[in-house]
């Protein structure tokens, strides 16, 4: 009897993963002949193409060299600053000053101490 019941829960399991598969290769068939059927979209009428973004122009390698010294001077009189209050003391975005801090901390005269929002800077010492 235990041997009848496993061939009938077999075939039954059987069954119902066919059915399964066949349900789902159907739906992939009905999504491909709408995708291949239906026009590309078109935007509305009278619409305006999108903008394409613009880059923007470099700023001058002696801008740079300038907001960097001005940075570490701000480093140098506040061991352990983040970079949102850099740039509040120095009056600019903090995205503005991502180059010159990474300069900085290549040519090490700022060390760097943490992981985003945590980082702290801290001058070096000569």
């Known amino acids: 009897m235990s041997k009848d019941i496993h061939l009938q ?18 739906a992939v068939e009905r999504i491909y002949a709408h995708a291949a059927s239906s026009p590309p979209r078109q935007r509305a009428h009278g619409a305006a193409p999108r903008a394409r973004r613009v880059g923007h122009a470099r700023r001058p390698e002696a801008d740079i060299k300038a907001l960097a010294e001005r940075v570490r001077v701000v480093v140098e009189a506040e061991p352990g600053i ?6 509040s003391v120095i009056g600019v975005p903090s995205r503005e000053l991502e180059r010159p801090m990474t ?7 700022v060390r760097s101490v943490g992981r985003y929002q945590n980082t702290r800077y801290f001058p070096t010492t000569a």
């Open 9 to 26: 829960l077999e075939a039954l399991l059987r069954a119902h993963l066919d059915a399964q598969r066949d349900a789902l290769v159907a």
């Open 103 to 109: 300069q900085l901390k290549i040519a090490r005269r």
């Open 82 to 87: 983040g970079m949102t209050r850099i740039a």
